[in-house]
Structure formats: structure tokens, C-alpha cells
């Protein structure tokens, strides 16, 4: 199985666990760091999720996934707030912290650079909008940006 294919049931399984307790399922994750495999489920909610928040979730998303077995390599599964600096992946994403700052990382260099920063102005016709600095409206098509992130400055 492609490791989208176990992001996918992952997140299938995942889902209606994460909406039970009224959490936001951000993003899963499968992905090999050195010889291990790591399953990693984020969530959120408004405040901020705890270590008992995340403890929960990952006891009840373990017992589905020991039953069902749908991964075939041992893997460390780990559930946990996407912090400060989550990454923006759904339009509800974008909506959501429109108005903040940003830093869009794409994938080919435009005009020699691949980071940009600003205000995230929103997510229109499958464009992120950003309003540089300068005051200038850019705009990058989703296929082409490997990243968006919020920036935290303190």
C-alpha cells in the first residue's frame, strides 16, 4: 500500500474519533525518518489541545488500528497538536487565519526567490493570496506551493 493510500484510511479512521470530541483532525502523516516509520495524527482546537487531549485520541485511534491492521509495516504512532506554526492545508485553513502573517514556500523559484512572506488575504478559484510588505496582492497556484505556514514573532 502507497504511503497516501494508509494517510487516507488513516484519516477515514481517524476522523469521526477526532469529531467525537470536538477536535480538529489538521493532518496525518506516514512517513519514514531513518530506518522508522512514523504515523503521525495532528489535531486542534479552539485553546489549544493538552497531553490528555492527545492521550484519548491516540489510546481509541491504537485499538481501531491494532483490529484492523490496515498498515503493514511497524510504525511509532504519535498524536499532537500541529503547533503555533501549523501548516495551512485546507481552505477552512485559510479562512481561518486569514489576516495573519504567512510564509509560502514554493516549489521552483519565481523571480529567484521560493519563500515569501505576508498577510494571508485568502484562498480564491485554488490560489493562496498573500499581501507582501510593499503592500503588493500576490497570488500562487496551490500545484505550485509546496508550503504555507503561519509565522510566529515574539
Not at 531513518?34 to 485520541?57: A, F
Amino acid at each position: 500500500m502507497t504511503r497516501k493510500g494508509i494517510e487516507e484510511i488513516v484519516t477515514e479512521i481517524a476522523n469521526p474519533i477526532v469529531n467525537r470530541y470536538s477536535f480538529e483532525l489538521v493532518d496525518v502523516e506516514f512517513i519514514k525518518e531513518g530506518s522508522n516509520w512514523y504515523l503521525r495524527i495532528y489535531i486542534d482546537k479552539p485553546g489549544g489541545i493538552t497531553i490528555d487531549d492527545c492521550q484519548v485520541v491516540s489510546e481509541e485511534i491504537s485499538d481501531i488500528l491494532d483490529k484492523e491492521d490496515p498498515i503493514p509495516q511497524s510504525y511509532f504512532l504519535e498524536v499532537s497538536s500541529p503547533g503555533l506554526d501549523r501548516p495551512l492545508k485546507k481552505e477552512s485553513d485559510f479562512e481561518r487565519f486569514k489576516g495573519e502573517l504567512v510564509e509560502v514556500k514554493v516549489f521552483k523559484p519565481i523571480e529567484g526567490k521560493k519563500v515569501f512572506e505576508g498577510e494571508l488575504v485568502g484562498y480564491k478559484d485554488n490560489k493562496i493570496i498573500i499581501k507582501n510588505d510593499d503592500k503588493e496582492i500576490m497570488e500562487f497556484e496551490r500545484d505550485k506551493v509546496a508550503m504555507v505556514r503561519r509565522v510566529i514573532k515574539f
